[in-house]
């Protein structure tokens, strides 16, 4: 079974709206990394939240964790049509693996 | 800097062959990983590397071999394909593990059809 499993599988939004993606996981974790991938080519790191943090921002780009129930969410606020990508949660698990979800397909119409 | 590069980008191979996917990193990063990814499986950790000389199995090593005698390179070999090895590669490359706290830079990926 998947360690990360996020929520919603695909999402589709106007331009300037706000996109919101979850990621559940099972066992404890060291971080929780976001990373964005466009059609066809490779993952690009987004963010990196760490198991005692609760809040991250970067840009138009906002992660919350909440240990207790083992998830995570990520706001991309203000979309634009260049956000249309998929975008996964990583968890950072003790030994060093890092484990990603299925993603989510987000497209951003204009 | 040329970041991480991966060859070919493309491969179809035949039941039972055998192919090395390259990988290589100018960063001077001493953790480096082979993933797959399938559709709605995410990708999946197949072997890491924390150094040149010590590898590791990741969730799904079956099938594939790996070694590092330099910290640039990292190939990942088929040693006999099969039809349920089809799927997109990744190499990534970091300081130090993504458990760790340290973010991981891709690939653009090898593309690997078995027929």
């Known amino acids: 079974s998947q360690q990360g499993e996020e929520d919603p599988q695909a999402l589709s939004i106007q331009e300037g709206e706000n996109a919101t993606m979850n990621c559940s996981y099972k066992t404890s974790i060291n971080n929780l990394q976001w990373y964005r991938q466009n059609s066809g080519r490779g993952l690009v790191h987004l963010i990196l939240?760490?198991?005692?943090?609760r809040e991250k921002h970067s840009g138009r780009l906002r992660v919350t964790l909440d240990t207790s129930k083992k998830s995570s969410s990520l706001l991309i606020t203000a979309s634009r049509a260049a956000d249309t990508a998929s975008y996964f949660c990583a968890t950072g698990l003790v030994g060093g693996k890092l484990i990603f979800g299925q993603g989510t397909e987000l497209s951003v119409k204009p | 800097n040329a970041g991480v590069t991966q060859t070919p980008k493309f491969q179809v191979l035949k039941t039972g062959q055998s192919m090395t996917l390259q990988c290589a990193q100018d960063m001077n990063h001493e953790y480096m990983s082979w993933y797959r990814q399938d559709p709605g499986m995410g990708l999946r950790l197949i072997h890491y590397?924390?150094?040149?000389?010590?590898?590791d199995q990741g969730e799904v090593p079956n099938g594939y071999n790996v070694s590092r005698s330099t910290t640039e390179d990292f190939p990942l070999r088929l040693l006999s394909a099969a039809p349920s090895q089809t799927s997109v590669y990744f190499c990534a490359s970091s300081y130090r593990a993504g458990g760790s706290g340290y973010e991981q830079y891709f690939g653009p990926g090898t593309r690997l059809t078995v027929t």
């Open positions: 590397s924390v150094g040149a000389g010590i590898t």
């Open positions: 939240i760490r198991s005692n943090e």
